[in-house]
């Protein structure tokens, strides 16, 4: 898998406003009504992520979830982290 050079990343990017890039990552933080929905979002995201054999850095904090997508054997964002990051999205539905 090759890294995507930074235009392709922020280009990439128009498509997913929840998502910035920073430190040879895309990242994202999700806030939910509660502990609950967010560990259950988690679950669902870990199918996927299983599904997709790539796994995030992620941290939860009661109802807000912060992830990180980064394709470690490339040494940085590949296709593969903008195909979970979209899967994500599809399960996750931000609080406005």
């Not at 922020?10 to 990242?27: G, T, V």
Request: hydrophobic share 40%.
């Amino acid at each position: 898998m090759e890294k995507l050079s930074e235009q392709d990343i922020e280009k990439r990017l128009l498509r997913l406003p929840d998502w910035e890039y920073y430190d040879n990552a895309i990242h994202a933080e999700f806030e939910f009504e509660n502990f609950k929905d967010c560990f259950s979002a988690m679950s669902r995201i870990a199918f996927e992520c299983e599904a997709l054999n790539h796994h995030p850095e992620w941290k939860n904090v009661y109802n807000v979830l912060t992830i990180s997508l980064s394709t470690h054997d490339a040494g940085g964002v590949t296709i593969k982290d903008f195909k979970l990051a979209e899967a994500i999205e599809y399960i996750v539905e931000p609080e406005d």
